[in-house]
């Protein structure tokens, strides 16, 4: 069959108009898949590091938190005598202090390369949702119980792997078969993603990697509340005669501006430490930020319709306290003083009219 030549520029202009409506429709969906991650405003993944140079100066001359493995042989037991010693977590020390200018809350740690804080909305979450605040024990036992864990997997992986030296044990019979399931999973979802290298099945050693360094990284986690890990402030110290470069968590939290001070720390220091509440009310006062307890403010009811303390109300808490104590005495004596009163006309009047007509 042969094409006239009218017929041959309909058919390549057609497939020229499918082609650019592919395109365009391919050019549609790409956008609205991009915009979704947040383009154009999200750049994608940088080529080049967000350090300036004197940033990444600094940073490269930061010390390194090195933890000793295995840990040194000195044993703190008999069991450790016996069993060897275990290891252990070498966290990174807070030191905390106090001043008339920073605050009540304020604390430093070396600065290392290695640091590994929670993300900001995580920690965030931890605050306001769980109320972990000052008092982090309970954060630091849920990390203890996850390296011991990680450790006793560890020796589950060894335990697994001796077994196979040992050909008069079945390992799909009991009790070996409970070590089975907990070990040979890993086997199976790696097997797939880490390469055979001269029939050697690498995978043992792939996921004691990934074990080891997870365990390790514990070490060097900071938890940082009742202040945010952003708000981490560069800074220089003295210790043992040389400059060391520490991280500074200091003055008012920025969760406690944005979402209020807990209601726990305000009723501790209205009752036990009236210092920092003076001092609260000195600096931070003026940000129209609740300071008193809950059980305060709602006896006073010093709370304006914006839900925020009057500062001038509140400078002397026990001569407010007393004053409304008083009048509600005074107020409840006001009954009792007009029916004494009304005892003592009845009485005159019984003696002047009643008893002159009775004789």
């Not at 050693?205 to 990934?210: A, E, L, P």
Request: glycine share 4%.
């Amino acid at each position: 069959m042969i094409l006239s030549n009218y017929e041959r520029n309909l058919i390549m202009n057609l497939s020229k108009e499918i082609a650019t409506q592919f395109y365009s429709s391919t050019e549609a969906i790409i956008k609205k898949i991009a915009d979704f991650f947040g383009y154009p405003d999200n750049p994608g993944m940088p080529f080049r590091t967000q350090f300036s140079y004197f940033e990444q100066q600094r940073f490269d001359q930061l010390p390194m938190h090195d933890v000793r493995f295995p840990p040194e042989p000195v044993p703190d037991n008999i069991g450790e005598v016996i069993f060897g010693v275990l290891p252990k977590l070498d966290l990174i020390q807070k030191i905390f202090y106090e001043s008339s200018t920073d605050g009540y809350y304020n604390f430093y740690i070396k600065d290392y390369k290695n640091l590994y804080f929670l993300p900001d909305w995580l920690s965030k979450i931890i605050q306001l949702q769980f109320h972990v605040c000052l008092d982090t024990s309970g954060l630091e036992a849920i990390r203890e119980v996850v390296f011991i864990s990680l450790l006793v997997y560890i020796n589950l992986l060894n335990l697994r792997l001796a077994m196979y030296w040992f050909l008069s044990i079945n390992p799909y019979t009991y009790p070996w078969l409970i070590l089975v399931s907990l070990v040979d999973w890993t086997e199976e979802v790696f097997q797939g993603l880490v390469p055979v290298v001269g029939g050697i099945n690498l995978t043992a050693s792939f996921w004691f990697t990934i074990i080891g360094k997870w365990a390790d990284s514990l070490n060097h986690l900071v938890f940082t509340m009742p202040f945010l890990p952003s708000e981490a402030q560069r800074g220089e110290t003295i210790m043992n005669g040389e400059m060391v470069p520490i991280l500074m968590f200091r003055f008012f939290p920025i969760l406690w501006f944005k979402e209020g001070i807990p209601n726990d720390i305000r009723e501790f220091w209205y009752s036990q430490r009236p210092d920092i509440l003076e001092f609260m009310q000195k600096s931070y006062g003026q940000l129209n930020i609740t300071l008193l307890p809950d059980s305060i403010i709602n006896s006073q009811h010093l709370v304006d319709p914006n839900n925020s303390i009057n500062v001038e109300e509140v400078t002397d808490i026990t001569k407010n306290i007393s004053t409304q104590v008083l009048s509600n005495a005074n107020d409840a004596l006001l009954p009792i003083t007009e029916f004494n009163n009304y005892l003592i006309q009845l009485n005159d009047s019984f003696h002047h009219l009643v008893l002159p007509s009775l004789k």
